[in-house]
């Protein structure tokens, strides 16, 4: 067999498809960063416990920190860089500006790409640990949203307002669905 | 990390192709376990097989009511399928209960399986550690154990299997599925998972590389009342220091059919056996949901600082037994 450390892929991020060539170890988070400087994606344990490095694959949450690059070739990425529309935030950025849900922002990137998915799967009814029961439907509360929001740690503990914005945001979009 | 050659296979057949009589590879599922344990330098493949798209990621129904879960379906997927949901609820709250949202996105069912367990020295290579290094000896048996097994363990390893799904699956009498270049075979989960014995370095009974491609749950009626209890150091994204999936069929007052098994007590998800057997045919009362857990708990053998796991797994028996009751009054 022929020996390949590295491989060539595209990586569709943002949109835009970009070809590079990898080494077999990088991360997903390594390569945003490292290689296409998309900087917003942050790395904070690099070992799948605090959710800073979280992203959309082919929209639905991950922890870039644990995907391998080579692994995501010809999935959809989508980083916090990715969520505006031009000028205009996307409503969950909207909500966390609004509402304060942040302090030093570091891990922030990282709760707004979470909680974007967050009210897609209760969108598609998906229940969590907080579910009384889960052959039902759950609810859009802020027990619901706590523990579905618990794989991103905020160092500075801005949780209450991180809660309230993806509440506000999670019942806006349950309006207007 | 070292370097690793990369391969993705397009079938399962493939992909057991492409692993066998390469010993330094490994499957690379949802990588949430591997890619850690490769940062750790625990583990150090030389090729990596990505199993991620092959077409195992769904959940077939038989007609006698049997579902057989595919190996790469994530366990957000299987945990959101509404047969898992209403037939078998303790296990999509078992999956429910582990990791995060986002793990649970990446992370595969054989993946899950073959998880390895969160001692600390497993994953420290300054450390003895049998697991890691057979005949290097157990940091854990005199040092930091407040989260190791109190069943089943021996002194060359005390450590515990720390999959929540494994434990409703272990309930509900489970069967691996898996593909060797021989063909294909059926492992019990009761005979998956080896006892400790002196060779903690060998957890499973599946053949050097074995593709597992998939699992499959009997029929169970009593399974569509059942629950996954779980108790941590907080509230959410943290391992167990004791859990249990139990289910319950009571008539007139009498246990006519019971499943449990515990999770974070030993090297493998514990099915309680003698629990079971002590309640079948006797009142569903909590006398009898205590004495029960007593017959199962009579074999532990707690170390110097995991000796709460007794009390707590008890009266985890205790409380969902008798909620399991109530709720079908
Ligand atoms: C921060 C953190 C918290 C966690 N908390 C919990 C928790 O509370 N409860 C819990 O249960 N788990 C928890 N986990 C563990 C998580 O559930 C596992 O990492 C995950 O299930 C592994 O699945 P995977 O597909 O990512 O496996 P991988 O990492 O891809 O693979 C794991 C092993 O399985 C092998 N493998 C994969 N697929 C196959 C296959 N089809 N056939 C044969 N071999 C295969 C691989 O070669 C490897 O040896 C946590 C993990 C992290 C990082
Ligand atoms: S308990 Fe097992 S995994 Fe932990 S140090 Fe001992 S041998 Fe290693
Ligand atoms: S950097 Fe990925 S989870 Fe912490
Ligand atoms: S705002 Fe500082 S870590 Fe969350």
Redesign the pocket.
Known sequence: MTSTRSTEISLRVNGETHSLTVDNRTTLLDALRERLDLTGTKKGCD???CGACTVLLDRQRVNSCLQLAVAAEGRDVTTIEGLADGEELHPVQQAFVDLDGYQCGYCTPGQICSAVAVIEELAREWPSAATDDVRRPPAVSEEEIRERMSGNLCRCGAYVNIVRAVTQAAKNEQVNA | MREFDYRRAADAHEAVALLSGEPEA???????????LMKTGVENPALLVD?RGLPLDRIEVAGDGALTIG??MT?SDLAAHPEVRHRYPALAEAVLA??SGQ?RN???V???L??RTRCGYFTDLSRPCNKREPGSGCSALNGEHHNHAILGWSEHCVATN????AVALAAFDAVVRVLTPEGSAEIPLADFYLPVGDTPHRETALPDGA??TGVTLPAAPVAARSRYRKVRERASY??ANGSIAAALHVEDGTVRDVRIAFGAVASRPWRAREAERALIGGPATPEAFAAAADAELAAARPLAHNGYKVPLIRNLVVSTLTELQEAAR
């Open positions: 070992q799948g416990q | 490994r499957f690379l599922g949802g990588g949430t376990n591997l890619v850690d199993v190996a790469t366990n582990g990791a793990l990446m992370a595969t054989g993946g899950n073959l998880q720390p999959s929540d799904m593709l597992i943290a391992f």
